[in-house]
């Protein structure tokens, strides 16, 4: 500061006019009393104030740090301690409403349970329709195949007596005979079975003579037992009495038979 002031007079006592002594000489401005030099220990003692203030700004400074970390802490604290409350209160909640909740959770299983009974039944609905839907599908298939059977068999009754017929006119007679009237009644016979059995073919009704066949019990009756010859197999059909029938593939009357023995 001294030394500003020393500079400044100086500056000024440059720029005025030096006239009539009003102005006094430089070196009786510049007394030595008015100089105060400073102590020689002052800018030491300068430094060390310095570096105290310095010190003390610092240690505020981690006071300050300190206790942002504090409040930061103790903000954490609260948070946590706030997070804890609203837990045991979502807790405490949940327990207040977990009548309900079990409540619910009962109506649901009821109604699961029953719509997984409901739908069993309805699967076996469906399956049951499907059967009577099949059922009356081979019924239907049955009237239209063998809605003739009792018919059939009916007619099968005047087969027989008109074969039997044919059967009991002597050989000689069908060819050789004098009679030409017997010789007409035959060819007679002989045309209304052929035609007869014309009609049987065209309705599916098929005539069964197995002679020479495999004696098969659903097809065949058989009523005595042939015995065994060179010419025939044991177990196959020797003999038909009666014609069997069968009407699409099921037999209607089966053939009375005789069986070859066993050798």
């Given at each position: 500061?001294s030394?500003?002031?020393?500079?400044?007079?100086t500056?000024t006592l440059?720029v005025l006019?030096?006239a009539g002594?009003?102005?006094?000489?430089?070196?009786?401005?510049?007394?030595?009393?008015l100089?105060?030099q400073r102590?020689?220990?002052?800018?030491?003692?300068?430094?060390?104030?310095?570096?105290?203030?310095?010190?003390?700004?610092d240690?505020?400074?981690?006071?300050?740090?300190?206790?942002?970390?504090s409040?930061?802490?103790?903000a954490?604290?609260?948070?946590?301690?706030?997070?804890?409350?609203?837990?045991?209160?979502?807790?405490?909640?949940?327990s207040?409403?977990?009548p309900?909740?079990?409540?619910?959770?009962?109506?649901?299983?009821t109604?699961?349970?029953?719509?997984?009974?409901?739908?069993?039944?309805y699967?076996?609905?469906?399956?049951e329709?499907?059967?009577?839907?099949?059922?009356a599908?081979?019924?239907?298939e049955d009237a239209?195949?063998y809605?003739?059977?009792?018919?059939?068999?009916?007619?099968l009754?005047?087969a027989?007596?008109?074969?039997l017929?044919?059967?009991?006119v002597?050989?000689d007679?069908?060819?050789?005979?004098?009679?030409?009237a017997?010789?007409?009644?035959?060819?007679?016979?002989?045309?209304?079975?052929?035609?007869?059995?014309?009609?049987?073919?065209?309705?599916q009704l098929?005539?069964?003579?197995?002679?020479g066949?495999?004696?098969?019990?659903?097809?065949?009756d058989a009523?005595?037992?042939?015995?065994?010859?060179?010419?025939?197999?044991?177990?196959?059909v020797?003999?038909?009495?009666?014609?069997?029938?069968s009407?699409?593939?099921r037999?209607?009357?089966?053939?009375?038979?005789?069986?070859?023995?066993?050798?």
């Open positions: 500061m030394s500003q002031v020393m500079r400044m007079c500056s440059r006019p030096r002594g009003l102005v006094a000489p430089r070196a009786a401005f510049a007394q030595p009393h100089v105060h102590p020689a220990g002052s800018g030491f003692a300068r430094f060390i104030s310095f570096k105290s203030f310095m010190g003390s700004n240690k505020q400074e981690e006071s300050k740090a300190d206790d942002n970390k409040e930061t802490t103790q954490q604290e609260q948070q946590q301690q706030a997070q804890g409350q609203e837990g045991a209160s979502a807790q405490d909640a949940a207040e409403a977990d309900h909740v079990t409540e619910l959770e009962q109506q649901l299983k109604a699961q349970e029953e719509a997984k009974d409901l739908k069993e039944k699967l076996r609905a469906l399956a329709m499907e059967n009577v839907r099949e059922r599908r081979h019924q239907v239209k195949h809605g003739i059977q009792k018919f059939a068999k009916d007619m009754e005047i027989d007596v008109l074969q017929a044919l059967d009991n002597p050989q007679a069908k060819e050789h005979g004098d009679a030409q017997l010789r007409d009644l035959n060819d007679g016979l002989q045309t209304t079975n052929k035609l007869l059995h014309n009609i049987f073919e065209r309705h098929h005539l069964l003579n197995p002679v066949e495999k004696f098969d019990p659903n097809h065949h009523l005595f037992e042939v015995p065994p010859s060179d010419d025939a197999t044991s177990g196959t020797a003999v038909v009495t009666k014609a069997g029938y009407l699409n593939g037999t209607i009357r089966p053939a009375q038979v005789g069986v070859v023995a066993k050798k």
